[in-house]
């Protein structure tokens, strides 16, 4: 069962949900857009069997604060103040779609700070046709400005984002979704070219790989995180408090 906290962190307060054994070495799981941290609920409880599993929910959805200006650099900030304010010096992370790109961002930036990185059907760092989207009649479960917000990103990303790739040292697993899935399955090839150590694995089940099918989503990080590479050690950061 998932243990339901809420931390302050200066200009935001994130609500998370926690899995598993307060010692066991960290990893974070980021929502795509329009989720929660709750969207791991069927995969959470598995991957904390060897793992303290966190999933918050990033600023502007679920229970996290609505402030109004949202980028996607914000929420990599958002993630890292939320590790200094828990003192991990290095996590395990995942990120689905949006949360992806928050994820591999945090990887560029403080590369030290991540010890794996699993990117599932992440939308890659190049320009994309615009398409128009309508605000729904029905109220939503996040603040839909989010949306017009992180579509600007996401449809013109910078270009240091392509072009810092390189720069992430963590080994990193990509999970594409396949032919089914909405995001270019070639321009997801290409970015994991781009990681100096990276591998791939397809699960042929559309954009919502994890929720689709859990058991072999579940089975792929497994594997990357406890059988290709070695335990790292977890030792408590020290927040920056210059």
């Given amino acids: 069962m998932a243990d339901h906290q809420i931390i302050e962190l200066g200009a935001v307060r994130l609500a998370y949900r926690s899995y598993g054994d307060p010692a066991a070495p960290p990893l974070v799981l980021l929502h795509a857009l329009g989720e929660s941290g709750a969207d791991w609920a069927e995969v959470a409880p598995a991957l904390a069997r060897h793992r303290r599993v966190l999933a918050p929910d990033l600023r502007g959805h679920g229970r996290s604060d609505w402030p109004g200006a949202y980028s996607l650099e914000l929420m990599r900030d958002d993630v890292l103040a939320f590790l200094d304010a828990l003192g991990l010096a290095g996590v395990e992370l995942v ?141 408590p950061h020290a927040p920056d408090t210059r």
């Fill in 95 to 235: 990120g689905h779609s949006m949360g992806g790109v928050v994820a591999y961002l945090l990887a560029q930036a403080q590369p030290e700070r991540v010890v794996r990185l699993v990117l599932e059907d992440v939308p890659p760092p190049f320009p994309r046709e615009r398409s128009v989207t309508g605000e729904p009649a029905e109220p939503v479960a996040f603040d839909w400005a989010v949306v017009a917000a992180l579509k600007a990103q996401l449809d013109e990303p910078d270009p240091s984002w392509r072009a810092r790739l390189g720069g992430i040292t963590a080994p990193t697993l990509m999970v594409a979704g396949g032919p089914a899935s909405h995001v270019p399955q070639d321009r997801i090839a290409e970015m994991a070219r781009r990681i100096p150590d990276c591998r791939s694995v397809t699960i042929p089940a559309g954009h919502l790989v994890h929720a689709a099918r859990p058991a072999e989503f579940i089975r792929a990080v497994e594997h990357f995180l406890l059988v290709e590479t070695p335990t790292p050690p977890h030792a």
